[in-house]
């Protein structure tokens, strides 16, 4: 049987076919590849760079959905269904709306593969393919299953190889979709695993790309104390609590960790309430000390806001990149507050009627990428949209570039680092632009 992996890309800009030069490789599909029996053919087609050719031979289509690439995922299962071809879908989107997602393919998966998909093969194999399959959120490649990292031969990713230690968060923060896939648990893989796993390969520059590395303390600790020993350069997400943690920080540091996704979301103490952000607030002092402990371990921070809280206005957005570029922090992401489906944030739009685009702004064909989709409290949806793409373009202009570049603890510590910087400094600045404003599927 011959199983062919999708991986949609989010949409295209107005006039113009938009090519993802930011990509990395789909971790998840080829965790599935390497799941697959090797009876069977797989292939992937990454929409993000490539066509897919919708008249190649093939007995069973699996997509993943992620909430921003549901339209165009949709789009593509149209394509092989009406050729005949049964489709699957997974992935956050179908956790979040299957009812949705079920009329757009002939099976769904809620939940992580590693337990069903061998039994989804044998079904689809057998003609027997059920409407839906249910697996419990859980460890991250269990047991010792290794990507099949051949399909991802010529398509250009990024040189880094994306792994994960631990999958969710303990943290409830009321805007993620992670709290709600994970139910506030992390599940953690044993550390002989990823170690095998880093040694199976030929990169030495790996993205953790957990949800929060360093949520079950103790255990990160143990995977630093053995990734010491490695020879690695690694990056993953983690939640600021962690400088606060001297031994950790240390650790973290001597085992070849260059830097993290650190969600600060707002610098107001007001917005971070609301956000139920609790593990920023504990000893709030405008991150005076969490920065000074990231800079004195040589971290290159990549921080990341969520902006248009209730007490949000254009100023407090400008100073919020401001302060983002005063610190000099190696990366930023100015994210506009994104209400997923069925999350708390969501939910409480819904009540007070803010919701945009018949709240269902994924799908709806006047959303464009990175515009609001609800209504703020201290200006309009489209005020929101422009201060927020002006902080993303003043924080990636050539100033700031190179007043980021000149950091001697950070950026300049190394002549890698600073190659590294200003290699994604100036495909982040392009990216900007790019993606701004794109329309999500490929068809009006």
Not at 396 to 405: D, Q, T
């Amino acid at each position: 049987m011959k199983i062919t992996l999708i991986k949609p890309t989010i949409g295209t800009k107005e006039h113009s076919l938009y090519i993802d030069e930011g990509r990395m490789e789909p971790l998840m599909l080829g965790v599935l590849a390497g799941l697959t029996p090797k009876e069977h053919e797989v292939v992937l087609y990454d929409d993000r760079m490539e066509k897919i050719p919708y008249d190649e031979q093939t007995d069973l289509v699996a997509i993943t959905v992620e909430t921003y690439t549901a339209r165009r995922a949709y789009e593509i299962s149209q394509e092989y269904k009406s050729r005949g071809v049964k489709v699957i879908m997974g992935g956050m989107h179908v956790m979040l709306m299957p009812q949705e997602v079920k009329q757009h393919c002939d099976s769904i998966l809620i939940g992580d593969a590693e337990t069903v998909w061998t039994t989804i093969i044998y079904d689809a194999k057998n003609n027997k393919l059920k409407d839906s399959y249910k697996a419990p959120a859980g460890i991250a490649q269990s047991p010792n299953i290794k990507p099949n990292r051949e399909i991802y031969q010529g398509k250009d990713y990024l040189p880094i190889s994306l792994m994960q230690f631990s999958r969710g968060c303990r943290f409830d923060c009321n805007f993620c979709a992670v709290s709600k896939y994970f139910d506030k648990k992390h599940y953690i893989r044993r550390i002989d695993e990823v170690l095998e796993e880093i040694e199976s390969q030929d990169r030495r520059f790996i993205f953790f790309v957990d949800d929060n590395i360093s949520s079950h303390r103790e255990a990160f600790k143990d995977l630093c104390k053995e990734l010491n020993h490695m020879k690695v350069n690694w990056i993953s997400q983690a939640s600021l609590d962690l400088t606060h943690d001297k031994e950790a920080m240390s650790l973290m540091a001597k085992s070849g960790c260059i830097g993290n996704v650190m969600g600060f979301e707002s610098i107001s103490k007001e917005s971070l309430k609301d956000a139920k952000k609790y593990s920023n607030l504990s000893s709030f002092s405008n991150y005076s000390y969490e920065i000074e402990v990231l800079r004195d371990h040589a971290m290159q921070t990549w921080a990341a806001f969520t902006l248009g809280y209730d007490h949000d206005t254009y100023d407090s957005i400008m100073a919020t990149m401001e302060f983002a570029k005063k610190n000099r922090f190696t990366f930023a992401a100015f994210n506009i507050l994104t209400p997923y489906p069925n999350t708390p944030f969501y939910d409480d739009l819904k009540k007070q009627n803010r919701l945009l685009y018949d709240g269902e702004w994924w799908l709806h064909p006047e959303y464009r990428f990175n515009h609001a989709a609800f209504l703020p409290k201290n200006m309009s949806a489209d005020e929101l949209t422009k201060v927020c793409h002006e902080a993303r373009s003043e924080f990636n202009s050539i100033g700031s570039i190179l007043y980021r570049f000149s950091d001697l603890k950070t950026n300049l510590k190394t002549l890698w680092r600073a190659s590294s910087f200003l290699k994604y400094a100036i495909l982040f600045r392009k990216e900007v632009h790019k993606k701004h404003s794109m329309r999500f599927g490929l068809k009006i």
